[in-house]
């Protein structure tokens, strides 16, 4: 396993923007990587991914279009960038990848 580190989060107003990282203690981590999150009282939701080069990316129905991943840093490290913040992005924000998880950090959106 790899350490995963999250950072980034906060709390926001709806309508405003994060940007979250998460960086792999290896560099050229040739990993495809991704964000789940999960809210209180739901279980844990895929949110974008995106393939160890970088040229291929998904992402929930939910955020097309408000939220942008990106992998950058000798591709050891990924960001979301997450715009138009809604209440209901409020959730634990976790880094995935094969074999490894962060500790996750916490997004809170107000209304």
């Known amino acids: 396993q790899v350490p995963l580190v999250e950072s980034g989060g906060g709390v926001v107003q709806a309508g405003a923007s994060l940007r979250l990282s998460c960086a792999a203690s290896?560099?050229?981590?040739?990993?495809?990587m991704a964000w789940f999150r999960q809210a209180p009282g739901k279980e844990r939701e895929f949110v974008a991914a995106?393939?160890?080069?970088?040229?291929?990316?998904a992402y929930a129905d939910s955020v097309k279009g408000r939220f942008n991943i990106s992998r950058a840093n000798a591709m050891n490290t990924i960001d979301l960038q997450m715009n138009n913040l809604k209440p209901e992005d409020t959730a634990v924000y976790y880094c995935?990848?094969?074999?490894?998880r962060g500790k996750g950090t916490l997004v809170t959106v107000s209304s």
């Open positions: 995935h990848a094969v074999g490894s």
């Open positions: 290896q560099k050229n981590y040739n990993m495809a």
């Open positions: 995106i393939n160890w080069g970088g040229t291929n990316t």
